[in-house]
């Protein structure tokens, strides 16, 4: 069976060795790098099938360097995989066109399923605090689904715009858009924003 051709970008030496080690046992790992603009020319010449990515990079960050790999044509899936645990940067990193987003404290055998779904097609981000798994019994909310404003305000949370802006976009006042986005949270069992714009993620509301 063919392994998938990946391409390492991070800036942290002592951790990017530590990953190659792992993920050569699965892929096929084409090389490594340390900056974004090293990053375009790799993917350039190299022809990756994913792309693993740092957000905070010199000469050019994460972001900024898959934008230009995008514009150039090239359709390597993308996974950013970071220290941080931040919502807008989320829905950031799938603007530029990503297919995952992984926490680096979460590396590991989560890396190796991340990588694995994308290839496949699909999109995949960390799942964050959650301790739902160690509570079987955990009440939450009877609701399942969402209502069409609450699905709105997602959208928007998803797109990266602070509860000041959807409140103007979607003509409400900040507390309501905010009471939206709690509703939501205590429906879906979920803790945080990223949480959120992953569920975002499987109703198709991040393009």
């Known amino acids: 069976m063919n392994r998938v051709r990946l391409l390492l970008a991070d800036d942290h030496t002592m951790f990017a060795q530590g990953l190659q080690s792992l993920l050569a046992e699965e892929f096929e790992l084409l090389g490594t790098v340390a900056s974004g603009e090293a990053l375009v020319e790799a993917a350039r010449k190299l022809t990756p099938e994913v792309i693993i990515v740092d957000i905070s990079m010199p000469l050019l960050n994460g972001f900024d360097a898959v934008r230009r790999i995008r514009a150039e044509g090239n359709d ?16 950031e990193a799938f603007r530029c066109g990503a297919s995952g987003y992984v926490l680096k404290q ?12 994308v290839a ?21 909310s009877q ?11 997602l959208r928007l949370i998803s797109q990266g715009l602070t509860m000041k802006e959807i409140a103007v976009e979607l003509s409400i006042s900040t507390r309501t858009a905010e009471s939206h986005k709690y509703e939501m949270m205590e429906a879906l069992g979920v803790e945080t924003t990223a949480e959120l714009i992953k569920y975002g993620l499987r109703l198709g509301l991040i393009s």
Do not use: C, W
């Open 120 to 140: 496949q097609g699909n999109s995949y981000v960390t799942p964050l605090v959650d301790n739902s798994a160690s509570e079987p019994s955990r009440t939450r």
């Open 76 to 91: 390597a899936k993308v996974i950013f995989l970071t220290m941080h645990d931040d919502g807008a940067l989320v829905a």
């Open 106 to 117: 979460a590396a590991g055998e989560e890396l190796v399923t991340a990588i694995r779904e």
């Open 143 to 153: 609701k399942t689904t969402i209502t069409p404003r609450q699905r709105e305000v």
